[in-house]
């Protein structure tokens, strides 16, 4: 049992209004080459195919194409730290020189991480999945990283999800382009790039606190802003692509819109997507139709779940942490959990080792 009061993640408690959120801004980003290096550029940013082209009617995508069944294909390979957040710190010490010293927080940030965190945060009211979350705070911020749990390590994909989730990824890469010499480019029947991501770094603002994240992004509708760094990226033109099951029956409209809509919406909502490009995919994984929904739609549309109480949720967390880690350290670790048999806790790591690296702060004193 936690010794400290935490927040309520009951629906019933946080079924008030919305709170005041500031649309998401993009000010800078990265991206990871095809070994998974950090660059600080726009190489990585994908362009979206026109629309007239991807929505065509009678357009048909095989999502099968490149994928080998004997093969394990390590999509997107998450490590037992948040390995994102080591992307953020990264990015962090390469815009160093707009810090202002007169601050005490980095950026003017109350709280800094990776939208996901945020997102699994936020789906807590309504999720069945546990999460880890590591905690410090340095300079008067809060870095906020994620951790994987046991049940992650355990997580051996079948086959089936494999597929799945090379489907998701294939589908991708079938939409979109990149401006630059890139794996993302590779003819289409070859396997997807694995590596390889552009990741947008946002500002905001949740009731009171100023919020900082990277996010992994998709698809952009300007492709000039691949090829000129000066443009200024805007978080409306970019688009979500997921694939998803073609509904044959009540059941899978009522999953779609209780747990798909829920999850598109949260990570969309946060980095001020508008659109979701989702591709309707038969038993053989061949996409056979194509639609665009916006994401106001998937909240309008949503079955057992309401956008008020997750945000509402997220700053109660934003609200809690602030008010109970008063003390910057580069050693100290809180670790937030979420088990849903038994809710949050909150303890203090003991003899771990602190995310926030001695080479990140040492080169941020410089």
Not at 2 to 17: A, E, G, I, M
Not at 54 to 63: E, R, T
Request: glycine share 6%.
């Amino acid at each position: 049992m936690s010794s400290y009061d935490l927040p309520s993640y009951d629906p019933r408690d946080l079924d008030r209004d919305f709170p005041y959120f500031v649309y998401p801004k993009i000010v800078g980003g990265l991206s990871l080459d095809q070994n998974k290096e950090f660059v600080h550029d726009r190489s990585q940013l994908m362009i979206l195919k026109p629309e007239n082209e991807i929505l065509a009617k009678g357009k048909s995508f095989d999502l099968n194409i490149g994928y080998d069944e004997n093969k394990t294909h390590r999509i997107r390979k998450v490590y037992e730290q948040d390995e994102y957040m080591n992307y953020v710190l990264r990015w962090i010490l390469a815009n160093r020189h707009r810090y202002d010293e007169s601050k005490s927080q980095i950026f003017g940030a109350d709280f800094l991480t990776f939208r996901g965190n945020f997102r699994n945060i936020m789906l807590t009211p309504y999720e069945k999945e546990g999460w880890v979350l590591r905690i410090q705070k340095w300079k008067d911020t809060i870095f906020i990283a994620k951790k994987k749990t046991p049940e992650n390590f355990n997580d051996v994909k079948s086959e089936e999800r494999n597929r799945s989730s090379y489907y998701g990824y294939k589908f991708e890469t079938l939409l979109t382009t990149t401006a630059n010499n890139s794996c993302q480019n590779a003819p289409e029947d070859e396997p997807v790039c694995e590596k390889s991501a552009f990741i947008g770094m946002f500002v905001s603002q949740i009731g009171n606190f100023r919020v900082q994240y990277g996010a992994e992004l998709d698809g952009y509708m300007d492709p000039n802003a691949a090829k000129d760094n000066t443009i200024p990226l805007q978080a409306d033109k970019f688009v979500k692509i997921h694939t998803s099951n073609a509904i044959r029956h009540p059941g899978q409209e009522r999953f779609l819109r209780k747990v798909k809509f829920l999850h598109w919406w949260a990570n969309c909502f946060l980095v001020g997507t508008q659109d979701v490009i989702v591709g309707w995919k038969d038993t053989d994984g061949v996409v056979r139709h194509v639609q665009k929904i916006p994401v106001q739609e998937c909240a309008r549309s949503a079955l057992g779940w309401k956008d008020n109480v997750c945000f509402n949720f997220l700053l109660d967390v934003l609200t809690f942490l602030k008010e109970t880690i008063v003390e910057n350290s580069v050693t100290k670790v809180y670790r937030l959990s979420w088990v849903p048999d038994s809710g949050l806790n909150m303890e203090i790591e003991a003899g771990t080792e602190p995310f926030l690296h001695e080479w990140f702060h040492s080169q941020f004193k410089q």
